[in-house]
C-alpha cells in the first residue's frame, strides 16, 4: 500500500512563475490537507480539501495561493506568480475519514526554491 | 485560539544519554489529540504516538515513552539511551475534536553525538 505520494520532490522556480505541486493520498482516503514548513519553522496548516471541494482554507494566503482535489487525480496546490518568501517545504497529509483525532499521513514533501 | 509551544530549540546530547523533549500546549477545549512526529534529515514526516485528551496513561514503546499531564497541559517525550540515529526534528502536534487541521510547534532538533 503506497504511502501519501507527492511530486516534484524539488521544484525550482524564478520570481513571477507558477508553481505546481502535486499530491496523491493513500488509496482509500479522501481527505487531503496542505501545510507549509517555512526554513526552521513548523508546519503550518494551509487548506483542507475532500474530493471536489475545500472544506476549510483558513491558513491559505488570500492571493496566488490556491487549491483542488479533483474528482479524478492528484490534489494540486498551485502558487502563482510565486516570490521568494515562498521558499517552503510544501507537505500533504491524507486521512480516511474526517473526525475525532484522526491521524494524519504525511508526505515526503516538496521543496520549492523561488529563485 | 491554539498554540503549541516547544520551548528547547535545539538539544544535543551524547550516544546513550537519556533526553526529553517538552512540549506545552493551549487550547480551551475538552477533547482534543496530541501527536508526536519526527523529521529525519531526509525531510519526510514520521508519526510517533497520538494521544486523546481523556487517556493520561503514560506510554512507553521500546526506548521511547510519553509523559501526559493535563494538569500542567503538557505532553513530554524521552527517549531513553539515546542513538545517533535518533537525531532528527521532532515536532508535537494538536488537533481538536471533529476539526482536521494540526497546530504544530517550532520543533525541537535533537542532535545525538557518538
Known amino acids: 500500500n503506497a504511502g501519501v505520494m507527492q511530486n516534484p520532490r524539488h521544484l525550482v522556480r524564478r520570481r513571477g512563475q507558477e508553481a505546481r505541486l502535486r499530491c496523491s493520498p493513500m488509496?482509500?482516503?479522501?481527505?487531503v490537507y496542505w501545510y507549509r514548513q517555512l526554513p526552521e519553522e513548523g508546519l503550518k496548516f494551509m487548506v483542507y480539501?475532500?474530493?471536489?471541494?475545500?472544506?476549510?482554507e483558513s491558513g491559505m494566503p488570500k492571493e496566488r495561493f490556491s487549491a483542488e482535489f479533483p474528482k479524478e487525480g492528484p490534489s494540486i496546490l498551485r502558487i502563482q506568480q510565486v516570490v521568494r518568501g515562498d521558499s517552503a517545504a510544501y507537505f500533504c497529509a491524507s486521512s480516511p475519514e474526517a473526525g475525532v483525532g484522526n491521524e494524519q499521513f504525511f508526505g515526503p514533501g516538496t521543496r520549492l526554491t523561488v529563485l | 485560539a491554539q498554540k503549541v509551544t516547544q520551548a528547547q530549540t535545539e538539544i544535543s546530547v551524547v550516544e546513550k544519554e537519556d533526553v526529553t523533549l517538552d512540549c506545552v500546549y493551549e487550547?480551551?477545549?475538552?477533547?482534543?489529540?496530541l501527536f508526536w512526529y519526527k523529521q529525519p534529515p531526509s525531510g519526510e514526516l514520521v508519526f510517533l504516538i497520538r494521544r486523546n485528551s481523556f487517556d493520561e496513561q503514560n506510554e512507553i514503546s521500546g526506548r521511547y515513552s510519553w509523559n501526559f499531564q493535563k494538569s500542567t497541559s503538557s505532553f513530554n517525550f524521552t527517549i531513553t539511551a539515546s542513538q545517533v540515529v535518533d537525531s532528527a526534528v521532532y515536532f508535537c502536534a494538536l488537533s481538536l475534536y471533529n476539526f482536521n487541521k494540526f497546530y504544530f510547534g517550532s520543533g525541537t532538533k535533537l542532535n545525538v553525538k557518538p
Open positions: 480539501l475532500q474530493k471536489e471541494n475545500i472544506i476549510d
Open positions: 487550547t480551551r477545549d475538552t477533547t482534543y489529540y
Open positions: 488509496k482509500g482516503h479522501s481527505h
